[in-house]
Every structure is written in structure tokens, then in C-alpha cells.
């Protein structure tokens, strides 16, 4: 995927923890959970065993473009 920015025209990517796993931003989601949220995470290793009430999410995206918008970046 190219990106608008000239200095660095591809991604943006995500790079996990691990240093090695990575994927697109632009289908990247930053979510929070409650407490029982997060027993079900560490239960089932995977976002897919959470409950929808349990977790509140986030494009990546849409926080890339409010930061663009309000520091007039190009990211």
C-alpha cells in the first residue's frame, strides 16, 4: 500500500511486540477492554474470544487522520 507522504511513501505498518509480526495500519483496530475483557483475552489468545461488550475499538486510521487534521501532518 503506498502512502501520501514523500519521505516515506509505503505503509504505515504495525509492528507487534515481538519485532517481527507486522501488518497494514489501515485495517489495524486499538482497542481497550474491561477486566473481564481481558480474562477472556488471556483465556483465549485471541481478540476473537472477547465479548463485543467487553472491548471498545478504534480504527488506527481514524486516529492517524485526527492527528493529521489537527497538526497538519501527512502521515
Known amino acids: 500500500m503506498a502512502g501520501t507522504n514523500e ?3 509505503f505503509g504505515s505498518y504495525i509492528v507487534l511486540s515481538d519485532g517481527s509480526t507486522f501488518d497494514v495500519a489501515d485495517d ?3 482497542v481497550m477492554l474491561t477486566e ?4 477472556q483475552l488471556e483465556s483465549s489468545y485471541d481478540m476473537s474470544g472477547v465479548d463485543d461488550d467487553e472491548s ?4 488506527l486510521r481514524v486516529l492517524i487522520d485526527m492527528y493529521n487534521e489537527r497538526c497538519g501532518s501527512n502521515l
Do not use: E, N
Open 7 to 9: 519521505t516515506f511513501p
Open 28 to 30: 489495524c483496530t486499538i
Open 36 to 39: 473481564k475483557g481481558q480474562t
Open 56 to 59: 471498545m475499538g478504534i480504527p
